[in-house]
């Protein structure tokens, strides 16, 4: 028998912090502009919107939910069956309207989000995901019997793609630190490849950390990286900056770097190592 493919299939593709290590602050993907790609709301603060654009060239509906993500020490996202300790959810504490929306192309809808504040919260930062969902258009109608060829299973596969940012809410007097491990800087090359540069990012407290690094040989910039974050529960996270050729580094250069949290100007953690 000739298999082609088997009945009708819908992929779905998860996109999460696709901004991470890019300096804009919107993300275009399936079609949907985004914008901003991150959510912060505090006691102070307890309203938030994402404002959404259908970029294609025809009318899409999306369906809006809250996931649960985790990250690991290489900044990837993994979703959540079981919580860890000290893993806590904005899914509990924050409502978001509409959950569907049906937009023209080039049409907008700005979603709003609110930090719900109930009398017995645990002081903390919760963090789930808003993802974005491309529904489905209607699946091509499948040849009738008689039009397929003899012993061909046919199937119709529609690439349905996701994009998620993170909504956090962050309750209480809450604390953070940051430091860059010394002992882990290292520089890598694989053959054919540019120059990377390693290191680990370690935070403490009670709240995330999210912001940019920048790497210095003397004054000058030889690599940086722009929205890196480490997320509660998370104590470290293994950065890769990548080295472009004209800033190539030796074994004796001192490398120095810097991490600042977004929308700050003083540094949060800074480090000098000499590479051997």
Request: a positive charge; charged letters at 25%; glycine letters at 6%.
């Amino acid at each position: 028998m000739k298999l082609l493919l088997a009945k009708s299939a819908i992929f779905a593709i998860t996109a999460s912090n696709v901004i991470l290590g890019t300096p804009t602050l919107t993300v275009v993907a399936a079609d949907l502009m985004v914008y901003p790609t991150r959510v912060l709301m505090t006691d102070r603060q307890r309203t938030a919107q994402v404002d959404i654009i259908n970029t294609g060239q025809s009318q899409a509906t999306y369906k809006i939910t809250m996931v649960r993500k985790r990250m690991t020490e290489t900044g990837e996202f993994q979703e959540v069956t079981t919580p860890e300790k000290g893993e806590r959810f904005a899914d509990e504490v924050v409502r978001y309207s509409p959950r569907q929306v049906t937009l023209l192309p080039g049409g907008g809808q700005t979603i709003r989000i609110m930090f719900k504040v109930p009398p017995d919260l645990e002081d903390g930062e919760y963090r789930s995901h808003l993802l974005f969902t491309k529904s489905a258009p209607a699946i091509t109608k499948l040849p009738d019997k008689e039009e397929q060829e003899p012993k061909v299973i046919t199937m119709n596969i529609v690439a349905n793609i996701g994009i998620s940012i993170p909504v956090i809410a962050r309750h209480g007097d809450l604390e953070v630190k940051a430091a860059i491990g010394p002992e882990s800087v290292m520089v890598k090359q694989a053959e054919g490849k540019p120059q990377v540069l390693t290191f680990k990012m370690i935070r403490t407290g009670t709240r995330s950390i999210y912001g940019d690094v920048v790497a210095y040989r003397g004054k000058d910039k030889v690599a940086e990286g722009n929205g890196f974050a480490v997320y509660t529960p998370n104590t470290a996270r293994k950065v890769a900056l990548s080295v472009p050729e004209n800033s190539r580094l030796r074994s004796g250069d001192t490398v120095r770097l810097v991490f600042t949290e977004r929308d700050e100007k003083k540094p949060m953690a800074e480090t000098a190592v000499m590479l051997p």
